[in-house]
């Protein structure tokens, strides 16, 4: 299944034919600063739902942006592998990852081995189940230098397709910046059976997403239904330069039943990370709602 990323576009533009389904396609280039809500697709969609579920999820961000604080700021992307149907808001805006590059720091590694003709080593298995399940900073300091830094995650970047994503520097992996619209292209990178990552390294780091500890299981799971399987990673810190505001982000994917969605929510700006998980899972059902209604 292909599972490139359809580039963001300023508005909603329907290609219509008379008698066949419609595409949906986006303009080349950078999203708009404007925020809107765009739905693109890489092949046919049916006109009417393709518009209801842009239509839904436009005027739900719209009423959550007017009943929150005006110090949060959110992005959104969600690609709907089954109907061939993208959702952006703010694709391009750039948010600090927190834990969230862990998944980057686990998916370098990987490829580091293959590049080599090994497998991780016992220690290097016992650490990423560490980083990924109960998010160890520890751990992900370890494999961070491990993969050669910031310039190890930047090649590994590179290979995944990454292209507006910047590694944290001086060892400070979670200020590492990231937009939702790269984190939805590792996801699909990880899971794609022809990416980078051999079927080895897919099976384990998504393994590892899909067991993450339960205080870890928050944010995109939201949006599962049941009987789904999520595969995710999540992310939080306070920021000093914020005057102690959250940046709380959620990146995954839910399968299962006929699903195959890939979502990224990226936030800062929350008084609390409670408050901040509790937007996020927000986020995440309002997406589902509009892709599965």
Known sequence: MCRSLAAACAMLILVCSSSAPVAVAG???????????????????????TMRGAARLRQALTRTLRTRSSRIEFA???????????????????????????????AALLLRAQDAGRDLTAAQQSLADDMIRSSDNEAASTLWWTIGGASGLARANKRLGLTETSPGQ??????????????????DSIAD????????????????????????DWGVSAGALPGETVALKNGWMPRSDQDGRWTVNSVGWVTGG???????????????SAAGIAFVEEI??????AVSP
């Open 27 to 49: 303009s080349v280039g950078p999203p708009p600063a404007t925020g809107r809500w765009t739905a693109s697709a890489e092949y046919s969609a049916p006109l009417a739902e």
């Open 76 to 106: 959104v992307a969600a690609i709907d592998h089954v109907t061939g149907v993208t959702y952006t808001f703010h694709a391009g805006e750039a948010f600090e990852t927190a834990s969230v590059v862990k998944m980057g720091i686990l």
């Open 170 to 187: 001086d060892g400070w992996w979670g200020l590492t910046t990231t937009t939702v619209a790269d984190q939805i292209r590792l996801v």
């Open 193 to 216: 059976p022809d990416g980078p990552l051999d079927d080895d390294s897919r099976e384990f780091i998504l393994a590892l997403m899909r067991g993450v500890d339960h205080d870890q």
């Open 258 to 272: 006929g699903t195959d969605l890939a979502v990224a929510v990226l936030s800062r700006g929350h008084a609390s």
């Open 284 to 289: 995440a059902r309002l997406v589902r709602r």
